[in-house]
């Protein structure tokens, strides 16, 4: 490392808590956010230390070893980025947050350079080359992480959404209900679709219920993907029976070919268990 860029170095790492003191004071009330200046404590302390990271980080780009800055880079994206999700920070705050710290950054390189006659004209313009793109590093590194980490949550959501929306619940030994309620779409009877044969295998069911009593609409594309569901669950040897199915229903099956002559159909769960000698016992 040249000796001036040294100077530079360590002049930045000195001033650290400054540079971090003076970010903090440009925060404004934002009601909800992270960096509102009402923020309690807890969350400015850890604002103090990301920030305290995030110079370490800027100014590693001043070393000749270029790996140190990369390293410390990705160590800072996943741990900012990790917080900003899980306190549901929108990425235009971070983003407008790092902005902030930018300015910040270069108001005190700015009175250094000022303070030392011998830096040259060249020796700014590589310094500003290399803070600058450190800076457009990390905001690209952050946008990355913060998409990756929000895609892994929304994926999760996800999965307990379908888990929730076509749930199997065993009721007796080898017996189970799949309740549906709620407005049944094709992306929803897929997932019902694919996902229902593998849980009655999981649970060892050998006959499920399939309520529809509870939908509120029920199109000839899930018609479909209904049969589709029997006829799987049939070959899989898992016996079905079919409660709630309105009148309209039944006759656009028919209209699509769609056979249920060979699975049992009851107006009502209710009626269906009871044929099969399960007693539901209401109270009094």
Request: proline letters at 2%.
């Amino acid at each position: 490392m040249d000796k001036i860029d040294e100077n530079l170095y360590r002049y930045i790492l000195d001033n650290s808590p400054k540079i971090t003191e003076n970010w903090l004071a440009l925060r404004e009330k934002q009601s909800g956010s992270i960096y509102s200046i009402d923020s309690n404590e807890e969350i400015e302390k850890l604002l103090r230390e990301q920030n305290t990271l995030t110079i370490k980080t800027v100014t590693s780009a001043l070393l000749e070893d270029k790996t140190a800055f990369i390293e410390t880079m990705e160590e800072w994206a996943t741990l900012v980025a990790k917080s900003r999700v899980e306190s549901d920070t929108p990425i235009y705050e971070v983003l407008e947050a790092l902005n902030k710290v930018r300015e910040t950054y270069w108001a005190f390189i700015t009175d250094y350079m000022l303070m030392d006659t011998k830096i040259t004209k060249e020796i700014i313009i590589r310094w500003s080359r290399l803070i600058n793109h450190a800076f457009d590093q990390l905001n690209r590194e952050f946008t990355e992480q913060y998409y990756l980490l929000t895609k892994q949550r929304l994926s999760a959501q996800q999965e307990l959404i379908n888990e929730l929306g076509a749930p199997v619940i065993p009721i007796v030994d080898a017996i189970a209900v799949l309740p549906l309620i709620g407005e049944i779409d094709t992306y929803r009877a897929k997932e019902i679709l694919n996902g229902t044969p593998s849980k009655c295998i999981s649970e060892n069911i050998t006959h499920l219920f399939i309520d529809l009593s509870g939908v509120s609409l029920l199109d000839t594309m899930v018609a479909q993907q209904i049969y589709q569901l029997i006829s799987t669950l049939n070959l899989l040897g898992i016996q079905s029976t079919i409660s709630g199915i309105r009148p309209e229903v039944a006759q656009t099956s028919i209209q699509l070919g769609l056979d249920f002559s060979q699975v049992s159909t009851h107006s009502t769960l209710k009626q269906a268990l009871s044929k099969q000698g399960i007693k539901l016992y209401e109270k009094k």
